[in-house]
């Protein structure tokens, strides 16, 4: 057995924040930010939590393809942002679209997450009596991000992507690679929980979101070109062969150097940074949606999709669109 690609879908928030509006509220600058990152705007949250972006996810999904709910068997979240410890916001999903027959959870791989939550669900599928998932990276990051910390805040945005993916006959997952670099864990660290000395006076607070940036480019543009080897190897595929090359946004000049490491041409590289800032699991499927509706990609395609980020981790899978 195998999967496959059914539907694309992706939502982000109506109210968008320009560089220049963020420079309204702290010490930065629309070169500064443009320069370093390539992020022009990012769409920001006025009251929708991770769940209610995922919602949407899952019920365009269903829409586009015309699958029943009652045939979804699997429906996997990735988020570093939950609207809360429990229930998981797959959970939540399931409940609001009334998947009864469907098993959900979330999966906690920050950036990497969309990947390894595809790979979960795929292995999934290679099994009875899983036939269809939603597979969803849904992130809230404004939520979790300290609005003071200038070194983190005109980074990130909110957003939603997914997939609906059903079992198949054909060869359609040519190969994957996903590592784990738990000693880097403290390289970018949010929500972290603090444990009170003086029970019974707990008060639960958590801490924002904070990453030593020079040690996570040095990772990304040295550990996401090695992962996209090892999957071609994998997949016994020429790096050539590949149509496009779908990568966690993160920053336009990490995707850079990698197409250059991988001494591939930047055409093969979308980037749609500008637009919506880093939006963790959700930057991926976001981009796939956006290819797809615009008819950049295409049935038959062969796609890598690598992300990278907290734990750290690295993930890629080849497919065919
Ligand atoms: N506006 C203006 N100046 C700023 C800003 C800002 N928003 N932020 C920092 N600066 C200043 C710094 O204070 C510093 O000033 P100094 O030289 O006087 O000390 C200067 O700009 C340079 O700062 P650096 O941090 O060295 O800037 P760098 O060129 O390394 O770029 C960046 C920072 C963009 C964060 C880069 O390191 C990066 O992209 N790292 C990778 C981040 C990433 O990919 N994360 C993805 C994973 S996230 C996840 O998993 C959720």
Known sequence: ?????????????????????LSKLMDTSDEWIQSRTGIKQRHISNGENTSDLAVKVATRLLKKSGVPVGDIDLIIVATMSPDSYTPSVAAIVQGQIGARNAVAFDISAACSGFVYALAVAGGFLMQDPFHRALVIGSEILSKIIDWQDRTTAVLFGDGAGGVLIEEARENCLYGQDLVSFGELSDKIVAGKTKVATDFPGRVTSLS????????????????????????????????????HFLLHQANARIIRQVAKRLDQPLEKFPININEYGNTSAASEPLLLDELVTHGKIKRGDTLVLAGFGGGLTTGTIIIKY
Do not use: C
């Open 208 to 243: 924002p979101f904070s990453m030593d940036g020079r040690a996570v480019y040095k990772f990304a543009t040295h550990q996401v070109p090695a992962s996209i080897k090892r999957a071609a190897q994998d997949a016994g595929i020429e790096l050539n062969q590949v149509d």
């Open 1 to 21: 057995k195998n999967w496959r690609i059914v539907e694309t879908a992706s939502v982000a928030p109506q109210q968008i924040e320009t560089n220049d509006d």
